[in-house]
Structures are given as structure tokens and as C-alpha cells.
């Protein structure tokens, strides 16, 4: 038996997170499903911090991690572990209507967010059809992250500090008795809290707790990776008013997806060709790039709870028993601030977090019962 003062469940950005933070007091064992870490959505992710994102609740969870990413601790090789990227919005015919309720929506948060020509919009990315461009805006705050840099920096952490990660590690069966929790992942298990950052899983594990009832939806969404047009590794980030395609410069390629969400049972996620090919012709229709080769496709799983916000802090049923889950496209940029209030919610520090504090109170973190 392995005795632990926490046992994160799921390997993930989340997970490693939270198991950095409180590798600092506590000694952690995170236990992953898989042979390696970050292997489902944190490893597929777009890898993109993007303050006006999915909601203001999330925008001030994706602010309050900047210094974070900006000044990296020395685990980090990374420093910082952003870079410029830009972000353009296109509008395409019939839709130049809603960039006004887009700019007003995100403004308040994005103070560099401005509506430009569509001569402009052609500029930024030459390959963008003139016909196909009604409207546009830009945010110069859109920035990559080095997501790689970012898990082996929290996992180097939890090493160092003492605590463990620990592969392989299927969770098949967890039990409650008397002040600690007693798990069975290949070997057993026990602490007196757990966290679960299972993903795409998490509602499964939150049924081995008898903690049901929690609605969590994995949703697929697909990506491919074409040939980088010559002068593309500077382009911004392009996305569409209407949400159905992005495309942004990845390494020596240019990912592009269709912004697909359909429903999922928890799995090794697996492009679908019809998804592929709707990419593909919306990307023809925008662009006057021909699609001739695809350097590869895959697709990875966004966990969501109804409402889209991330169900976070103790089960009031069982307060031992932490959520850590419903990050759907954010985890990732989220991370910083996320992780520490996680691990807060173990050590019940009394000390002050301005940054997260302020962004939990902005934001309405789902209580797992309701």
C-alpha cells in the first residue's frame, strides 16, 4: 500500500497542476491512466491563452495566471512560456452583423480588440480571400504557449518536491473508510483528500466515489495539420465570427479545425473523415490555398458541464472528495490559477492570492451537487 497526504486523479495539465502546487506542503501522488502524461486533451490542446475566451468568468481565470506564465518558476525551462501570436477574427458574408455584439461583448476584457479593414484583414494573412472577408477585428493580446514546457515544468516540480506520478495507474475501484480514501490503480492507494482531474473521465470517477449525478459531457473536436504556406509561421491566429473554423501556425504547419463539438463517451479521441473534410473545404472557401497534402489529423476530447463553466472546490457531499474538472478548451491557459485555488482548497490557507481571488470571485464556480 502507497500512503499519500493527496491522490490526484488524471496526469493532465490539471492534475500536474494542482499536484505542483501542493507538492510544496503535501505529499502527492498523481495517478495516470495512461503510459505517459498529458496524453488525451492537455497534449491535443491549441495551445493558444486567449483573455477574450468562452466567457468572462473564464477571461478572469485566464488573467489571473499571466504572471504565472509570464516569470515561470526555475522548474520551467520556458521563460516566459508565452509568445506573440495575434488573433484575427474574420467575419464572412452574412455574419458582418454580430461583430458589433462581438466587440462589445469582449472589449471590457480585451482593451486592444479593434474592429480593422478588411484590406487589413488581407495584410495579416494574404492567403484570406478578399470576397470572403464582410468584416474583421484583431487582438494583438493572443499568445501561444509552450504547452510542453509547461507539463514538464509542473512535473519536474512534483518529482523535486518529493511526490510522485505514477503511469499506468487505471483507477478500478476507490472506497471512503473513516478519514481516508482508499484507491485501486494496479496497487493500493490512500489519503485523506482526492482530487479528481480525470478529464473526460471525471464524472466516471466521480460514480466510483458515489458521488453521482454530476453532468460532465466530453465533446470531440478535430484538428489537422497542412503544409505552412510560405510567410505563414508569422500569421495571427484566424478564427471565424460564426465559430466553425480557426487555423493558426503550429511548428512547421498550419492547424486547422472545424470547431466541431459532438458527443463523446470517454476515449483515445479519433478524427472523424467527415469532420476532416469540412475543414478542408471551409478552409478552401476562406483562403485561396489549395489543400494538396495533409501532414496528419487527429481529434481530442472537451469536457464541458452544461452551463460551460468549470466545476471546481469540495463535493458538498463529501469535502474530501475535490473537483477539478468541465475545463473544456481552457484548461490549459487556465492552469496557473486554477491549480492554485485547488490546492488552496486542501491546505485551507489562510494566506492571500489577489489574482485568484479576485478571478473565483468573478466567476460562479459550479457546486458538484447541483
Known amino acids: 500500500m502507497i500512503e499519500a497526504d493527496v491522490i490526484v486523479i488524471g496526469g493532465g495539465v490539471c492534475g500536474l497542476g494542482a499536484a505542483y502546487f501542493l507538492s510544496q506542503t503535501r505529499r502527492v501522488v498523481v495517478l495516470e491512466q495512461e503510459s505517459q502524461p498529458a496524453y488525451h486533451s492537455s497534449g491535443r490542446s491549441a495551445a493558444l491563452y486567449i483573455i477574450g475566451y468562452e466567457s468572462p468568468e473564464v477571461s478572469a481565470l485566464t488573467a489571473a495566471g499571466r504572471s504565472f506564465f509570464d516569470d515561470p518558476p526555475g522548474e520551467f525551462d520556458a521563460r516566459p512560456l508565452l509568445s506573440p501570436r495575434g488573433g484575427l477574427t474574420i467575419a464572412e458574408p452574412g455574419s458582418e452583423d454580430q461583430l458589433g455584439q462581438f466587440l462589445a461583448r469582449w472589449q471590457p476584457h480585451c482593451p486592444n480588440l479593434s474592429a480593422i479593414s478588411s484590406a487589413e484583414a488581407g495584410e495579416r494573412v494574404p492567403i484570406l ?84 449525478g454530476v453532468p460532465l459531457q466530453p465533446l470531440r473536436r478535430t484538428a489537422v495539420l497542412l503544409p505552412l504556406p510560405k510567410g505563414g509561421a ?95 478548451g481552457f484548461g490549459v491557459q487556465t492552469s496557473p490559477a486554477l491549480a492554485r485555488y485547488v490546492a488552496r482548497c486542501v491546505t485551507q490557507s489562510g494566506g492571500q492570492d489577489e489574482e485568484v481571488d479576485a478571478a473565483i470571485a468573478a466567476s460562479r464556480l459550479i457546486a458538484a451537487a447541483e
Open 129 to 212: 480571400r478578399p470576397e470572403r472577408i464582410a468584416a474583421a477585428a484583431f487582438d494583438p493580446d493572443w499568445y501561444s504557449i509552450d504547452v510542453h514546457a509547461l507539463v514538464m515544468g509542473y512535473r519536474r516540480g512534483v518529482m523535486r518536491q518529493g511526490s510522485s506520478i505514477t503511469c499506468n495507474a487505471r483507477v478500478t475501484t476507490m472506497s471512503r473508510t473513516g478519514d481516508r480514501w482508499w484507491v485501486e490503480a494496479g496497487e493500493t492507494y490512500s489519503a485523506p483528500i482526492l482530487i479528481n482531474a480525470a478529464g473526460a473521465w471525471a464524472s466516471n470517477i466521480g460514480d466510483l466515489a458515489g458521488l453521482h
Open 234 to 328: 508569422t500569421w495571427p491566429s484566424v478564427h471565424t465570427l460564426n465559430e466553425d473554423l480557426y487555423f493558426k501556425p503550429e511548428g512547421n504547419g498550419l492547424m486547422l479545425s472545424p470547431e466541431d463539438e459532438t458527443s463523446s463517451a470517454p476515449c483515445d479521441a479519433a478524427p472523424d473523415e467527415v469532420d476532416v473534410a469540412r475543414a478542408i473545404d471551409h478552409f478552401e472557401r476562406l483562403t485561396n490555398e489549395p489543400v494538396v497534402k495533409l501532414q496528419s489529423k487527429w481529434a481530442g476530447l472537451r469536457t464541458f458541464a452544461p452551463d460551460r463553466r468549470p466545476v471546481i472546490g469540495p463535493d458538498p457531499r463529501e469535502p474530501a472528495f475535490i473537483w477539478y474538472a468541465g475545463l473544456g
